[in-house]
């Protein structure tokens, strides 16, 4: 059973209450503490937002840590935006969140390695290019790999023209993911033209490096999805954030896992109900 399945299976509760009308509050948050990214990579998610050029003020995100665990959430995935581990401030952020015993995740592309990032639960390592790796990241990963005591360490490789057939035999990792590149002139395959948006968001947060709150990771790809800044708490089923949901009207423009979901197979939350 793939990860994602069984991400479905563990929550298929919430996600009858969303049905029932509802939105349970999130048990993950994904913060983007960074919109400066020291890497060009082809098909890039986030190159539409790199020009705002900002670092989460860390009181800023104190507060939102604080809120979000004390609401009974569970774990913090620090991803990007741009690049987390170039926040002069991110081990910091990693230390609030194990104070408030939270799980946490790094998404980085693998060119920094700090000592701090090893109390992260779990690491995982962008590459777009599989048969070029930068020799930082091969220096970085074997320095994670020595220094872990329970981190889990993996690497998601990009299938494209530049690289059909990505050569792992180097990257000793926990786990290796294959994804194809999307929405780029060197992909493989064609992006659907509608992907109808998932039943998750009203599961997810994601937090900006300004402080606003969105209900999906791909919040550059659509258009007036603003929850608003402030705390979760205060925010979470609010009109704005219903209204938020309502205007994600396709999902095809990048490759979101939850595009693999039969979501009329899991009698997906009808959000008519907002």
Request: net charge neutral.
């Given at each position: 059973?793939?990860?994602?399945?069984?991400?479905?299976?563990?929550?298929?509760?919430?996600?009858?209450?969303?049905?029932?009308?509802?939105?349970?509050?999130?048990?993950?948050?994904?913060?983007?503490?960074?919109?400066?990214?020291?890497?060009?990579?082809?098909?890039?998610?986030?190159?539409?937002?790199?020009?705002?050029?900002?670092?989460?003020?860390?009181?800023?995100?104190?507060?939102?840590?604080?809120?979000?665990?004390?609401?009974?959430?569970?774990?913090?995935?620090?991803?990007?935006?741009?690049?987390?581990?170039?926040?002069?401030?991110?081990?910091?952020?990693?230390?609030?969140?194990?104070?408030?015993?939270?799980?946490?995740?790094?998404?980085?592309?693998?060119?920094?390695?700090?000592?701090?990032?090893?109390?992260?639960?779990?690491?995982?390592?962008?590459?777009?290019?599989?048969?070029?790796?930068?020799?930082?990241?091969?220096?970085?990963?074997?320095?994670?790999?020595?220094?872990?005591?329970?981190?889990?360490?993996?690497?998601?490789?990009l299938r494209s023209?530049?690289?059909?057939?990505?050569?792992?035999?180097?990257?000793?990792?926990?786990?290796?993911?294959?994804?194809?590149?999307?929405?780029?002139?060197?992909?493989?395959?064609?992006?659907?033209?509608?992907?109808?948006?998932?039943?998750?968001?009203?599961?997810?947060?994601?937090?900006?490096?300004?402080?606003?709150?969105?209900?999906?990771?791909?919040?550059?790809?659509?258009?007036?999805?603003?929850?608003?800044?402030?705390?979760?708490?205060?925010?979470?089923?609010?009109?704005?954030?219903?209204?938020?949901?309502?205007?994600?009207k396709n999902c095809?423009?990048?490759?979101?896992?939850?595009?693999?979901?039969?979501?009329?197979?899991?009698?997906?939350?009808?959000?008519?109900?907002?």
């Amino acid at each position: 059973m793939k990860d994602i399945d069984l991400k479905i299976v563990f929550r298929l509760k919430e996600i009858e209450g969303i049905q029932a009308g509802f939105f349970p509050f999130p048990r993950s948050l994904t913060v983007y503490p960074s919109e400066i990214c020291n890497l060009d990579c082809p098909g890039c998610n986030s190159k539409g937002i790199h020009k705002r050029n900002g670092f989460m003020d860390f009181d800023l995100f104190q507060g939102i840590v604080e809120d979000f665990a004390l609401n009974g959430g569970k774990a913090v995935a620090f991803e990007g935006g741009g690049e987390p581990m170039m926040h002069p401030q991110i081990g910091a952020m990693l230390g609030c969140c194990k104070f408030f015993q939270l799980k946490t995740g790094i998404i980085t592309n693998g060119t920094f390695y700090w000592p701090e990032m090893l109390l992260a639960d779990w690491i995982r390592i962008s590459i777009p290019n599989a048969n070029k790796v930068d020799n930082r990241v091969l220096d970085n990963l074997m320095k994670l790999r020595t220094n872990r005591i329970t981190t889990k360490i993996g690497v998601k490789l990009l299938r494209s023209k530049l690289c059909p057939q990505p050569d792992f035999s180097l990257l000793y990792t926990d786990y290796i993911q294959i994804k194809d590149l999307r929405n780029h002139k060197d992909s493989l395959r064609d992006n659907p033209d509608f992907v109808e948006p998932c039943g998750f968001t009203p599961l997810r947060a994601v937090v900006d490096y300004d402080g606003t709150f969105y209900p999906c990771p791909y919040f550059y790809a659509q258009k007036n999805t603003s929850i608003g800044k402030g705390l979760l708490s205060e925010l979470w089923s609010s009109e704005a954030h219903k209204e938020a949901i309502k205007n994600i009207k396709n999902c095809n423009e990048y490759d979101c896992p939850m595009q693999d979901i039969d979501w009329a197979g899991l009698k997906k939350a009808d959000l008519d109900f907002i």
